[in-house]
């Protein structure tokens, strides 16, 4: 038995993706534009991707025996969710890999984040979030509510209502005020932009 408080880790290292060989090259572009990455080390068999200070965030492995899974019955990571600093910053990003061929399939006010969700050419999906807080203890304590307990999953954002808001200098702590729509309890029963991701061959 481990004695005194368990060794939590520092930070996230890095993750790793798998794909097949035929996505490869798709999946390279499409996680450098995403990411706004650089291309580290690239071979016939992996790719190394840096966006921040640590020396590679990303790798993506093709290997001819990897399958294509179904990302929305299996079981598997669900997402991974990567943190904006405001809602400008929010909007500039959609706008910048809408322009690449790049868009959410799912804006949401979670209530403690305001996100935009993505899924890459495998299906993987990816979230971007501006925390709606100004510290994690607020947003747990929100997570505590009643209007939590009801509605754990949003409120879907209109993507033009929200550029239309933040453009025009409205305060964002105003902007991420999650609006009261009652009991939501599954993910996409009322979703605006879910689209299934594409299927892979």
């Avoid at 690239?42 to 790719?47: Q, S």
């Avoid at 020396?55 to 997402?79: E, M």
């Avoid at 909007?91 to 949401?108: C, D, F, N, R």
């Amino acid at each position: 038995m481990a004695s005194g408080k368990l060794v939590s880790p520092s930070s996230i290292g890095h993750f790793g993706i798998r794909t097949t060989p035929d996505k490869f090259d798709a999946m390279v572009e499409w996680h450098l534009n995403f990411f706004g990455g650089q291309l580290i080390l690239r071979n016939k068999h992996a790719a190394f991707i840096a966006f921040d200070e640590e020396h590679h965030r990303l790798v993506i492995v093709a290997d001819p025996k990897h399958t294509v899974n179904n990302k929305q019955t299996g079981t598997g990571v669900y997402h991974i969710a990567f943190t904006l600093d405001s809602l400008a910053d929010l909007v500039t990003s959609y706008e910048q890999k809408k322009a690449l061929g790049i868009e959410p399939h799912w804006p949401v006010n979670h209530g403690m984040s305001t996100s935009m969700y993505y899924f890459d050419p495998d299906g993987n999906e990816f979230e971007l979030q501006v925390d709606n807080f100004k510290t994690a203890d607020e947003a747990r304590r929100f997570m505590e509510t009643e209007e939590y307990a009801r509605n754990p999953i949003g409120v879907d954002i209109v993507v033009e209502d929200l550029i239309s808001r933040v453009k025009s200098g409205e305060d964002e702590e105003n902007i991420k005020k999650r609006p009261e729509i009652g009991q939501r309890l599954s993910r996409w029963e009322n979703s605006i932009y879910f689209k299934e991701p594409v299927a892979s061959n």
